[in-house]
């Protein structure tokens, strides 16, 4: 069974400061890993992807996969109140033409 | 380069009605997908394409039919529209390999009265 694994939220907090969204996956081969920003009525955004341990900075976002824990997070430092969006974990699976297994994504809300 | 373009935005079916719902990517991308989304379930996979000419089924494929005629165009086919099927659709696209997410369009809201 291939899952991705996400905490719902809502996730809530002040502006300026770190959120951190975390998932987790099914399959240990899985080998590329991406996260969407998905604002309201909109369509999801791909904003980082990551395929080795370790940390992958871009600007105030940081992606972060440990694939013996097979778990990935994403830390958005310095929230603003327009980083409010659901946030979408995808795993490819089945190898390099595999297709994007979707988490349901975890709800942020940035407070100003 | 607009990207990948679906039509309608908007659309409201009554049960037992059909219609496409259309999309076209400008990217020359190999492989093309339709998702569904509904509220908290997430995205699932309807029907995905590797190519013109060759289809296969994702999770969710009953009640869908899909065809790929050309590089650029990947309609999706509603038969018999039930209310089962009011959500909003996605098409993406992307040019393959493990390093490439996909590209999505602006999505088509469904209602099936």
């Known amino acids: 069974q291939k899952e991705v694994e996400q905490n719902s939220g809502p996730l809530s907090v002040p502006e300026g400061a770190i959120a951190s969204l975390n998932c987790t996956y099914s399959d240990r081969g899985s080998q590329s890993f991406f996260w969407y920003r998905q604002y309201s009525g909109k369509s999801p955004e791909l904003i980082m992807s990551i395929y080795s341990n370790g940390d992958k900075e871009d600007g105030r976002f940081t992606a972060q996969l440990n694939k013996a824990s097979q778990y990935v997070s994403l830390l958005i430092r310095d929230s603003q109140p327009s980083d409010s969006a659901t946030y979408l974990c995808?795993?490819?699976?089945?190898?390099?033409?595999?297709?994007?297994?979707f988490g349901k994504g975890t709800k942020l809300s940035v407070k100003p | 380069n607009a990207g990948v373009t679906q039509t309608p935005k908007f659309r409201i079916l009554k049960i037992g009605q059909s219609m496409t719902l259309q999309c076209t990517q400008d990217?020359?991308?190999?492989?093309m997908y339709w998702y569904r989304q509904d509220p908290g379930m997430g995205l699932k996979l309807i029907y995905y394409?590797?190519?013109?000419?060759?289809?296969d089924k994702g999770e969710v494929p009953n009640g869908y039919n899909v065809s790929r005629s050309t590089t650029e165009d990947f309609p999706l086919r509603l038969e018999l529209a039930a209310p089962s099927q009011t959500s909003v659709y996605f098409c993406?696209?992307?040019?393959?390999?493990?390093?490439?997410?996909?590209?999505f369009g602006s999505g088509t809201r469904l209602t099936v009265v």
């Open positions: 394409s590797v190519g013109a000419g060759i289809t």
């Open positions: 995808a795993v490819r699976y089945g190898g390099s033409q595999g297709n994007l297994i």
């Open positions: 990217m020359n991308h190999n492989y």
């Open positions: 993406a696209s992307t040019r393959g390999g493990a390093d490439y997410g996909y590209t």
